[in-house]
């Protein structure tokens, strides 16, 4: 048992507050990791703001990257000393989706609450998302970290334990594109930019961003986007047909948690299209489509929980994607913050117009 510093929720909706709380030494099967860098996600900010519930207080934050400092009984595959990004995939192993090849929809999740952190006074504290990396240590599963080069860049390393493998896995593994095909992208934010790109690597034919501001439509193009339609316009699909060549797409991938983009998301498929859902909203909200029209013409809704991304898979071939400067990480910072800084971080976060925030211990 030892204290460390955190960042913790006390109140939905109000400022995370700087404490001292307690973290467990690693159980069996468990490492400790010193955090080097953790970024800020619009889940951390989702939670944080009680859009989803949840046990109070909590510890957010669940994109990091770190080195092994302590190992508890049972693992063998890594050492003191191995550099490696953290994940909130945490895998069973043996359930039928893990063991099928899907550790994203694991059939047993853990109690957050009984996990390795406290407060200062031994109350309760939720380890959210099964990670609580607002914070200078966390205690981890085995099955939710992957080693990587120890001289690879902290910060670009902690953009692949979610934003990049949800976007990039949702291309490459949910919608399973192929060269030549055409690919729409509603929102070119954290995770829209990272779908824009695995669309780009897996050979997509023309890839349509679509987003509020021009200004979001050039950055999508930087990350390989062929195309810009404004959501604003009242009927952007029909710009998406145009830059298609008068055709609907072959995925549609919805990367925002908005469910009036969910709504329209069908609008922009072809015939035998597919939409994929990966942005998360409101536990409460619901969307509308035509289940004639997508049955008749053969197009299929997919939810992808974390881009189907299977690490100890995914996350080799996306560092050596970045090493060869094929996957574009550092272009994704938009801030470097400390962790005392951290309301303000999630401040600029929430305007829209940032990347991704990174905090840096
Ligand atoms: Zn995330
Ligand atoms: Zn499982």
Redesign the pocket.
């Known amino acids: 048992m030892q204290t460390i510093k955190a960042a913790v929720c006390r109140e939905f909706g109000a400022p995370l507050v700087i404490e001292d709380i307690r973290l467990a030494d690693p159980g069996f099967g468990e490492v400790e990791v010193t955090l080097d860098a953790v970024a800020i996600c619009h889940s951390d900010i989702s939670y944080a703001e009680g859009a989803w519930g949840g046990h109070l207080p909590a510890v957010y934050g669940h994109e990091a990257a770190g080195v092994i400092t302590a190992l508890g009984d049972g693992v063998s595959e890594f050492q003191t000393g191995d550099t490696v990004v953290v994940t909130l995939i945490r895998?069973?192993?043996?359930?039928?989706?893990?063991?099928g090849g899907k550790?994203t929809i694991?059939?047993?999740p853990t109690d957050g609450v009984q996990g390795p952190i406290t407060t200062a006074d031994s109350e309760p504290l939720l380890q959210a998302m099964a990670c609580g990396a607002f914070a200078e240590k966390v205690v981890i599963h085995r099955s939710q970290i992957v080693k990587i080069p120890s001289d690879m860049s902290r910060e670009a390393a902690c953009l692949l334990s979610c934003g990049v493998i949800t976007g990039v896995g949702a291309a490459v593994n949910a919608a399973n594109l192929r060269a030549g095909q055409d690919v729409v992208v509603i929102g070119a934010g954290g995770v829209g930019l990272n779908a824009i790109q695995g669309a780009r690597i897996a050979g997509a034919r023309r890839i349509v961003a679509v987003d509020m501001t021009e200004e979001k439509l050039d950055i999508a193009k930087e990350f390989g986007a062929t195309h810009g339609v404004l959501a604003s316009d009242p009927k952007p699909w029909r710009k998406s047909y145009k830059a298609l060549g008068g055709r609907g797409a072959d995925a549609v991938m919805v990367t925002v948690g908005a469910a009036g983009a969910y709504n329209d998301a069908p609008k922009y498929l072809g015939w035998g299209g597919k939409a994929i859902m990966i942005g998360m909203p409101h536990a409460d909200s619901h969307s509308e489509y035509s289940p004639m029209g997508m049955s008749y013409q053969g197009q299929g809704l997919i939810g992808s929980k974390m881009g189907d991304t299977v690490i100890q898979r995914d996350i080799p071939w996306m560092v050596d994607l970045y090493q060869q400067g094929r996957l574009k990480l550092d272009e994704l910072i938009s801030g470097r913050w400390s962790l005392d800084q951290i309301n303000e971080a999630i401040a600029d976060t929430k305007t829209g117009s940032a990347k991704r925030n990174v905090i840096l211990f």
Do not use: D, L, R, S
């Open positions: 895998a069973c192993g043996t359930c039928p989706n893990c063991a550790p694991c059939e047993n």
